[in-house]
């Protein structure tokens, strides 16, 4: 990890960028290749009208938030909102995290792909529905992609964002959207208030989480107690957990995505065309929080604190901010109720660190069980959340070579009233770092991010020559994304040192 974090910090990237031409791939990557993309599905757009409008439309190349402003283009109701980000960028530049909120809920995450000398284009497109409410009226817009451009990082990042929208009615879409009131810091810890409308009936928190900044937390899965001399010190260990408190009770336990952005793992020859599954998109984690509304709905502010654990004391690095999607009785005034149970297991967080090697087994489980009285009657909501994490780290001498095998679980399951959902994740990754007797640094990698019916999985090597100038490195690299959703998509895109070739068999 030493060298992960010194090779990453040392910005050493080579690129190009438009569509390269060859019919066939080139033996390395020479200084034109494709432009970044996904396997995923785009977004297939309902039948019938549709508006349009621009909220952001700005070149990056500092560290101010951009300032603008949203006016619906056109009356609901909306079947559908989409929000679409197209990009630009050329020169050289680190990858960079970005956020968007309108009217202080975030409604958007990103991370930037790192650029070639002559340019490259991308685009990602995210289905905004469930924030229909806080589109019907005028709201601020706020994006932050903070970029250093001096005479050595010259990547400007052109960045334009517009959402359309649908004409029609969409289903279950929440009533209200509520962004955190009165943020603040409690140590590691974010903290604020929310307020419920009272006659609220079901509610759902979301956590933009990510591990970031370019320390030890942005590869929180690869720390080690500081007891085994790893350079990316964290004592007990590797385990992380996303926690939603209210009122100072523990009311929503997930797992995080291993995030890996585009100069991840030591090696951007890895991610220029197809980059790790969530990098473009990053994922909210959602809590189902209905079995706590009748604590709730009282008309006052609660406290509500967002908490990772395993983080060690005074470490920085990671960015949890929370929105909340509310539903609402139209035939009551008032839903009021009481929280029947909740318990939370003894964490499990069993650490066994060996000679340059760490294994890890945690998790545990969150129940809780409430009811509301209605207009349609008095109704129970059940939540059980389930969390887990397996990983084995090894590590040889200078951190030579550098390999992970981790998974995550993360089972949630609701039952409110009729209403039963459940959403079984998985996460995985398996990777490793060498530095042959050559020089030559080699990422392997294979990441799986799994829910429900869909699965997305990256696999990929990727080699260069370290110490040397740019155009004597000899990078090269294979990388495939197969995309699945079970039994209505499977889209494979591979590419071999930057050209997209036609998938193995």
């Known amino acids: 990890m030493r060298r992960l974090i010194a090779v990453a910090a040392a910005g050493l990237v080579l690129f190009s960028g438009s569509p ?26 309902p ?52 956020w968007l909120t309108i009217g202080g809920v975030e409604v958007f995450k990103t991370s930037t792909p790192e650029p070639s000398p002559d340019g490259i284009a991308w685009s990602v497109e995210k289905d905004v529905t469930s924030y229909a409410a806080l589109l019907r009226s005028p709201q601020t817009v706020n994006m932050y992609l903070g970029n250093t451009v001096d005479d050595t990082y010259t990547g400007v990042l052109n960045v334009r964002v517009s959402l359309t929208f649908y004409a029609g009615r969409s289903t279950d879409t929440a009533d209200d959207v509520l962004p955190l009131a009165d943020q603040g810091r409690d140590g590691p810890d974010l903290t604020g208030t929310v307020t419920v409308a009272r006659n609220t ?111 060690p004391a005074g470490q920085s690095g990671w960015d949890t901010p929370v929105n909340f999607l509310g539903w609402r009785d139209h035939g009551a005034t008032r839903v009021t109720g009481a929280l029947v149970a909740s318990h939370l297991s003894p964490l499990t967080n069993r650490v066994t660190a060996g000679d340059r090697s760490v294994v890890v ?52 399951t609701s039952v409110t009233g009729g209403r039963v959902s459940r959403l079984a994740q998985r996460f995985a990754l398996d990777g490793s770092i060498t530095i042959g007797a050559d020089n030559r640094l080699t990422t392997t990698m294979r990441m799986t991010d799994a829910r429900g019916p869909v699965t ?42 930057g050209v997209v070739v036609p998938p193995s068999t």
């Open 361 to 412: 087994h945690g998790g545990h489980a969150l129940v809780s069980t409430g009811y509301l009285r209605t207009s349609h009657g008095l109704v129970t909501a059940a939540v059980t959340q389930r969390v887990g994490n397996d990983s084995t780290h090894t590590w040889g001498d200078g951190e030579n070579p550098d390999a992970l095998q981790a998974t995550w679980t993360d089972d949630a």
């Open 47 to 98: 039948l019938g009208k549709s508006c349009s409008t621009t909220i952001v439309d700005h070149a990056f190349a500092g560290y101010d938030t951009y300032v603008s402003s949203y006016t619906p283009p056109c009356r609901g109701p909306w079947s559908k909102v989409v929000l679409r980000l197209d990009g630009t960028v050329k020169g050289r530049q680190y990858d960079r995290l970005g």
């Open 201 to 311: 009936e079901r509610l759902l928190a979301e956590v933009y989480a990510t591990g970031s900044g370019g320390g030890c937390e942005e590869f929180w899965y690869l720390t080690a107690p500081s007891a085994t001399g790893y350079s990316c010190p964290a004592d007990p260990g590797p385990y992380r957990e996303v926690q939603v408190l209210l009122d100072g009770k523990v009311a929503g336990i997930a797992a995080p995505f291993p995030h890996v952005y585009t100069g991840g793992w030591s090696n951007p020859f890895l991610w220029y065309v197809v980059p790790a599954p969530r990098a473009f998109d990053i994922r909210p984690i959602n809590y189902d929080l209905t079995p706590y509304l009748g604590l709730l709905t009282d008309g006052v502010a609660h406290r509500v604190s967002v908490r990772v654990v395993g983080v």
């Open 456 to 497: 997305d999985t990256f696999t990929g090597e990727a080699s260069w020559l370290l110490d040397v100038p740019r155009d004597q490195r000899h990078a090269t690299a294979t990388t495939s994304e197969r995309y699945q959703i079970a039994g209505r998509y499977d889209r494979t895109v591979a590419t071999v040192n």
């Open 20 to 45: 390269a031409q060859a019919a066939m791939p080139p033996a390395e990557f020479g200084t034109d290749w494709d432009d970044p993309r996904t396997a995923a599905p785009p977004i297939v757009p």
